[in-house]
């Protein structure tokens, strides 16, 4: 059974830095597009970021030029680095995988991220 496994999620203040890491037991992972997405409380679900197999990557206004996600298929694992977060970056983040940004099926369980101001 294919399953995602998000971890790095944490407490941390404004401005400080957080990487998550999510792992992912799939002999098709080199093939799939991945994403970090977010979610609080009484809001939809937002995309935060995606990589396509061939490393194009999508990123939401709000966190353009703070967030970098990356890849590394040969441990099947996809990665968000956070940097100068801020409190409204605090949401519930999940990954995701899929065959394009528009079509993301599998996801993981999702690891807490709360910055503090």
């Known amino acids: 059974q294919v399953q995602l496994v998000e971890s790095g999620g944490g407490l941390v203040q404004a401005g400080g830095s957080l990487r998550l890491s999510c792992v992912a037991s799939?002999?098709?992972?080199?093939?799939?597009?991945l994403g970090w997405h977010r979610q609080v409380p009484g809001k939809q679900r937002e995309l935060v970021a995606s990589?396509?197999?061939?490393?194009?990557?999508y990123y939401a206004d709000s966190v353009q030029g703070r967030f970098t996600i990356s890849r590394d298929n040969d441990k099947q694992t996809v990665y968000l680095q956070m940097n100068n977060l801020k409190p409204e970056d605090t949401a519930m983040y999940y990954c995701?995988?899929?065959?394009?940004?528009?079509?993301?099926?599998?996801w993981g369980q999702g690891t807490q991220v709360t910055v503090s101001s």
């Open positions: 990589v396509s197999p061939g490393g194009s990557t």
């Open positions: 995701a995988t899929g065959p394009s940004r528009s079509q993301f099926n599998l």
């Open positions: 799939a002999y098709w992972f080199g093939i799939a597009t």
